[in-house]
């Protein structure tokens, strides 16, 4: 089985990575959550954000992504869908409040996200990211071969969620340190507001590139 697929999969893996290590909206997401709630509540965004990976692997492998590929309309239809949802994350950072008397370790603050919410904010985030929708159509269709069995397509599948959910815990870990929460914290309303107007630009990219595509 390696021998036929190995090339493949460390081809889609590498590619997958690098995608997956540069700054995005999961990124802004995983961090905010860990630096203003702490490290179980950043960790579980970022097992939601693994598993809303399964969201693309699932329509490409059943051929959905064809469709989505070849639709104009509904490729804008999930772009749309996509920029709403970071407008509503830019706008949840741009108006949140500083934390006065928050406690480092042990992670208080009024407002926390139960567990479930958490891992909602990191699904959608990712499964409602466009992005996240062109790099799965492309790289199933020049990488995979359509001749490769399902059940390898659905391993690669299964790898690429593991792979984004540790690498985000990972990030988790970094930024819930209490030194790095800390010099975070301490400056909280403006890295928060940056990280508002940040994903409210993406969003507003993606909007404009609907309407004059």
């Known amino acids: 089985m ?5 090339h493949e999969f460390l081809a889609l893996a590498l590619i997958h990575f690098m995608a997956v290590v540069l700054p995005g909206p999961d990124f802004i997401i995983t961090v905010r959550q860990s630096v203003r709630y702490g490290y179980l ?3 579980i965004t970022a097992i939601g954000i693994g598993v809303g990976i399964s969201v693309h ?3 490409t492998l059943v051929g959905v992504g064809v469709l989505i590929q070849q639709s104009v309309w509904l490729m804008s239809l999930l772009r749309v869908a996509g920029a709403a949802y970071l407008i509503y994350l ?6 949140s409040q500083p934390n006065a008397n928050l406690d480092i370790l042990a992670g208080e603050v ?3 996200p139960s ?3 958490a891992f909602n904010m990191g699904f959608l985030t990712n499964a409602l990211n466009p ?4 790099f799965f159509l492309a790289i199933f269709t020049t990488i995979v071969n359509p001749a490769t069995p399902l059940k390898v397509q659905i391993g690669y599948g299964i790898w690429m969620c593991l792979v984004n959910a540790l690498w985000f815990i990972l990030v988790s870990i970094m930024f819930s340190q209490p030194i ?6 301490e400056f909280g309303v403006y890295f928060e507001r940056v990280m508002g107007v940040i994903l409210s630009v993406v969003a507003i990219r993606l909007i404009w590139s609907v309407a004059f595509s």
């Open 131 to 134: 992005k996240a929708t062109v």
């Open 110 to 112: 009024m407002g926390k």
């Open 2 to 6: 390696w021998q036929l697929y190995g």
């Open 180 to 185: 790095v929460r800390k010099r975070f914290l």
């Open 41 to 43: 509540i950043g960790c």
């Open 115 to 117: 567990l479930i919410q």
């Open 90 to 95: 830019g706008w949840q950072c741009l108006r």
């Open 57 to 59: 692997v699932f329509y």
